[in-house]
């Protein structure tokens, strides 16, 4: 005996497809205004900032690939782009050379110091301009619950 599908009512039909357009439309809109600010995608700004967040301004690659959701293959692009631009510095890890890790160099930091607070003012108009404090805290809390459900491999760094 198969069971029925449970269908979405209309009002989490309407909560799904708003959902779904924020997800996929947001990183449309933060890589417009930092290609447009500052020639760089969000692809290319997100793992930066969590470097420059990140203790002693450095993460294993392997740690970056997770708070980037990226695969190895595809991160190892973007750094590679960072690094021809001076942003970033590839080492092998004092204590096992089998782990690379991504350093954020002088010129890196600079270009975040510069960057973050147009992108976070366009974040903040984006998203939290249009809620009250109330709003905002049951935002976060409603997204944190479907985010562990979600059970991402990392959560990145704030």
């Given amino acids: 005996m198969t069971q029925e599908p449970r269908w979405l009512n209309p009002e989490q039909t309407r909560t799904w497809l708003a959902l779904w357009s924020v997800s996929e439309w947001m990183s449309t809109r933060l890589d417009e205004q930092l290609k447009r600010d500052e020639g760089v995608g969000h692809t290319d700004y997100f793992p930066l900032a969590q470097i420059s967040m990140a203790p002693g301004e450095q993460l294993t690659m392997t740690e970056l690939a997770g708070l980037s959701n990226m695969s190895p293959s595809r991160l190892s692009h973007v750094v590679s ?8 510095k590839r080492e092998a890890s004092p204590t096992d050379r089998r782990t690379n890790i991504a350093r954020l160099t002088d010129a890196g930091r600079h270009f975040v110091q510069r960057a973050a607070p147009g992108h976070v003012e366009h974040v903040r108009s984006l998203i939290f301009d249009g809620l009250t404090d109330e709003e905002n805290r049951q935002l976060g809390d409603l997204l944190t619950k479907v985010m562990v459900r979600i059970n991402p491999p990392a959560l ?3």
């Fill in 81 to 88: 782009r960072l690094e021809d631009r001076g942003w970033v």
């Fill in 156 to 158: 990145p760094r704030a």
